[in-house]
């Protein structure tokens, strides 16, 4: 274990962000990025309402993180990235589908609400895997997830119809 600032400690490939202030900093951060869709997620933790983990480019996380009995918890798969790979580059993605009581498939554009249903799921079911993908990952997340666990409640927030993630820019607005 690392101390970096107070409030926040790296595992390993993990971090941990538990102090207020640091917590209030990743969510100013994200207000100024205009990134502002998770920030619900993001404020709820920082309430410690529910207990969030999230991981990057198929990183494991952590089981201990996944066992908090003090609150409920939101696993975040952040894999809205051109290269990521869907289920397959997640080796752990088996294991959460199992642990979790209520799946998110988000497979379009962020917005708050998205993230306060969320929140709102965690707290009725105390488990909850939130995975964030480009649309061309949806199919296959939702067949895993259907397979692994036939009867598992999962919200499915995709693009509406003739719509795609990621919306590409035009080359009109790229000059």
């Given at each position: 274990?690392?101390?970096?600032?107070?409030?926040?400690?790296?595992?390993?490939?993990?971090?941990?962000?538990?102090?207020?202030?640091?917590?209030?900093?990743?969510?100013?951060?994200?207000?100024?990025?205009?990134?502002?869709?998770?920030?619900?997620?993001?404020?709820?933790?920082?309430?410690?309402?529910?207990?969030?983990?999230?991981?990057?480019?198929?990183?494991?996380?952590?089981?201990?993180?996944?066992?908090?009995?003090?609150?409920?918890?939101?696993?975040?798969?952040?894999?809205?990235?051109?290269?990521?790979?869907?289920?397959?580059?997640?080796?752990?993605?088996?294991?959460?589908?199992?642990?979790?009581?209520?799946?998110?498939?988000?497979?379009?554009?962020?917005?708050?609400?998205?993230?306060?249903?969320?929140?709102?799921?965690?707290?009725?079911k105390s488990?909850?895997?939130?995975?964030?993908?480009?649309?061309?990952?949806?199919?296959?997340?939702?067949?895993?997830?259907?397979?692994l666990r036939?009867?598992?409640?999962?919200?499915?927030?995709?693009?509406?119809?003739?719509?795609?993630?990621?919306?590409?820019?035009?080359?009109?607005?790229?000059h």
């Amino acid at each position: 274990m690392v101390e970096t600032v107070p409030g926040s400690r790296i595992f390993g490939n993990a971090v941990e962000l538990t102090g207020d202030a640091v917590m209030a900093d990743l969510i100013a951060k994200l207000q100024a990025a205009g990134e502002t869709y998770r920030i619900p997620l993001f404020q709820a933790a920082r309430q410690k309402i529910v207990s969030l983990v999230a991981a990057t480019d198929g990183e494991p996380m952590l089981m201990r993180y996944l066992k908090d009995t003090r609150r409920p918890v939101v696993a975040l798969l952040a894999g809205d990235t051109p290269t990521d790979r869907g289920p397959d580059g997640w080796p752990q993605a088996r294991k959460l589908i199992r642990w979790a009581e209520h799946v998110f498939i988000h497979a379009t554009g962020g917005q708050p609400f998205h993230y306060e249903m969320m929140v709102m799921a965690a707290q009725m079911k105390s488990r909850v895997l939130v995975i964030e993908c480009e649309y061309r990952h949806h199919a296959a997340w939702l067949a895993l997830v259907v397979k692994l666990r036939p009867r598992l409640p999962v919200v499915n927030l995709i693009p509406p119809p003739g719509g795609a993630h990621p919306v590409m820019p035009s080359k009109r607005e790229m000059h």
